[in-house]
Nanobody, 124 residues
Framework: QVQLAESGGGLARPGASLTLSCAAS????????MGWFRQAPGKDREFVAA????????NYADSVKGRFTISRDNAKNSVYLQMNSLRFEDTAVYFC?????????????????WGQGTQVTVSS
């Protein structure tokens, strides 16, 4: 099992940028696909982005494509989400997750370990 801790959330204005970090402990994330999900108030948790173990493949939700970038540093056991051109609708709690399966998967059921989340609020 991997313990995941997100950080970097906060309050941002529309159009601004934030970078989220996910630090893993307990075991290496090296062999695993990692993903970011988010959950807005009153809504279901939804897929944001995923990256394969060697960063050769990424996958993004249509709503963030071209604005968000997922990356990882296996040496630091960490995953990142660079969020640019933030919109009001990006407001949510963002979760980091680990998948035991290959491929940049977007299904919640494909992920076993989850962090506690970090709040991102986009407001003017």
């Amino acid at each position: 099992q991997v313990q995941l801790a997100e950080s970097g959330g906060g309050l941002a204005r529309p159009g601004a940028s934030l970078t989220l970090s996910c630090a893993a402990s307990g075991r290496s994330i090296d062999p695993f696909t990692m993903g970011w999900f988010r959950q807005a108030p009153g809504k279901d948790r939804e897929f944001v982005a995923a990256i394969t173990w060697n960063s050769d493949s990424t996958n993004y939700a249509d709503s963030v494509k071209g604005r968000f970038t997922i990356s990882r540093d296996n040496a630091k056991n960490s995953v990142y989400l660079q969020m640019n051109s933030l919109r009001f609708e990006d407001t949510a709690v963002y979760f980091c997750a680990r998948s035991p399966w290959g491929g940049a998967r977007g299904g919640i059921v494909d992920y076993d370990d989850w962090g506690q989340g970090t709040q991102v609020t986009v407001s003017s």
